[in-house]
């Protein structure tokens, strides 16, 4: 009994809290109970962002709107940032020895009308240490 009426308590907290704007969930782990807390998000906002399928295998040209390169990839870092990065195919032609260097997304400018990354080129791309994915 004392189980349903932790639950319910809970429950009602979480109802409170939803005119606040957060949310607090139980997680059972190990016997034990946490707490995650959710942040209410300004989905009309993130509503005209940018989808990972509107920009994979995009060009991203430089501020000469020279081409440098094209996106194969987004990466979120696996630590407790969550940062995300944007794995780029530079060099070679017609996919025969292209390389792949990642580079913090934030750096990327990105329109409806181009991808740019000011102030980069070939040459400087191609200097950066290669990616490579980890294979398991």
Do not use: C
Request: net charge positive.
């Amino acid at each position: 009994m004392k189980h349903a009426t932790t639950k319910n308590a809970l429950l009602m907290a979480s109802l409170a809290l939803l005119g606040t704007g957060t949310f607090i969930l139980p997680v059972h782990a190990e016997n034990m109970m946490q707490t995650i807390e959710m942040v209410r998000v300004d989905v009309q906002k993130l509503s005209t962002g940018y989808r990972t399928s509107q920009i994979m295998g995009k060009s991203v040209v430089n501020d000469a709107n020279e081409p440098i390169g094209k996106i194969d990839d987004l990466i979120v870092s696996p630590d407790d940032n969550k940062s995300a990065y944007v794995i780029l195919s530079v060099g070679g032609w017609l996919g025969m020895g292209t390389r792949l260097v990642a580079l913090p997304y934030d750096q990327l400018h990105i329109t409806s009308a181009r991808i740019t990354l000011p102030g980069a080129t070939k040459e400087g791309l191609k200097n950066l240490p290669e990616f490579k994915y980890k294979t398991t």
